[in-house]
């Protein structure tokens, strides 16, 4: 089933585009050299945004005081657009029936769009 939801994710539910524009964004980011944490950051959201169902984020243990200032930085410059994005394109998806999986799963990407640093993504049992 998950895997029949990240395809559909993938071709229809923006997954695709979300992970080219978080690739766009990390490239940048790695060109600037400053901000080449943002851009590790930003390339795990992308791999996470081409397919979601059936991986969660969790919080890194070894995760400190740096990754707090860092994300508090991210979340000023670009945290909130990417998680506004992500909160209109759920609401627009939950209006079908069919699209609930995706607007829930674009609702998942919120939290690593605001606080992505200090944090992991795993496969749920």
Same mark, same amino acid.
């Given at each position: 089933m998950r895997l029949i939801l990240n395809v559909l994710w993938f071709i229809f539910g923006s997954g695709f585009v979300l992970a080219l524009g978080y690739g766009l964004a990390a490239l940048i980011c790695?060109?600037?050299?400053?901000?080449?944490?943002?851009g590790v950051a930003s390339l795990r959201l992308a791999v996470y945004a081409l397919w979601p169902f059936g991986r969660t984020i969790v919080d890194r243990?070894?995760?400190?005081? &740096?990754? @707090?200032?860092?994300?508090?930085v991210w979340l000023l410059v670009a945290g909130w657009w990417i998680a506004l994005a992500h909160i209109?394109?759920?609401v627009a998806q939950c209006v079908t029936i069919i699209g609930i999986p995706f607007g829930i799963a674009n609702f998942k990407l919120v939290p690593a769009a605001l606080? &992505?640093? @200090?944090?992991?993504?795993?496969?749920l049992p």
């Open positions: 790695f060109l600037l050299i400053v901000t080449i944490p943002f243990p070894g995760a400190n005081v &740096p990754s @707090g200032i860092a994300n508090i209109v394109a759920g606080w &992505p640093l @200090g944090r992991e993504i795993v496969e």
